[in-house]
């Protein structure tokens, strides 16, 4: 790894697209990075479940909210809403979805790297 490095999510290293959203990876040092664009309506149980194959959100999050608001609800029960310049820490087992009408942009530092990736 180089000293020190820069990148933007304008030129991101790999896409992922699932129906009503999208997620952009930036691959830097030994880390990953992803921005995800949730559009109204989506919702991981209908949209990403199908690709995962497991009842669950598997992945562990820790990520900065940019803008619109989410539900979040886990496997023992305890739900919350995010909204913008909210950071949130996820263990895996949880369910989540886009409420209103605006995106949901957020940066996520621990869940992407295998995130909505076909097998």
């Given at each position: 790894?180089?000293g020190?490095d820069s990148?933007?999510?304008?030129?991101?290293?790999e896409?992922?697209?699932?129906?009503?959203?999208?997620l952009?990876l930036?691959?830097?040092?030994?880390?990953?990075?992803?921005?995800?664009?949730?559009?109204?309506?989506?919702?991981w149980?209908?949209?990403?479940?199908?690709?995962?194959?497991?009842?669950w959100?598997?992945?562990?999050h820790?990520?900065?909210q940019?803008?619109?608001?989410?539900h979040?609800?886990?496997?023992?029960?305890?739900?919350?809403e995010?909204?913008?310049?909210?950071?949130?820490?996820l263990?895996?087992?949880h369910?989540?979805?886009?409420?209103?009408?605006?995106?949901?942009?957020?940066v996520?530092?621990?869940?992407?790297?295998?995130?909505a990736?076909a097998a």
């Amino acid at each position: 790894m180089k000293g020190a490095d820069s990148k933007k999510f304008t030129s991101p290293d790999e896409v992922r697209t699932f129906e009503k959203g999208k997620l952009e990876l930036v691959k830097i040092g030994d880390g990953v990075v992803g921005r995800f664009t949730l559009e109204p309506g989506w919702r991981w149980s209908k949209h990403v479940k199908p690709i995962a194959k497991t009842e669950w959100c598997e992945a562990q999050h820790f990520g900065y909210q940019i803008s619109g608001r989410m539900h979040i609800v886990t496997s023992d029960g305890t739900e919350f809403e995010a909204g913008p310049g909210e950071v949130t820490a996820l263990t895996v087992k949880h369910d989540a979805w886009v409420v209103g009408d605006e995106p949901v942009v957020l940066v996520d530092w621990t869940g992407a790297r295998e995130y909505a990736k076909a097998a």
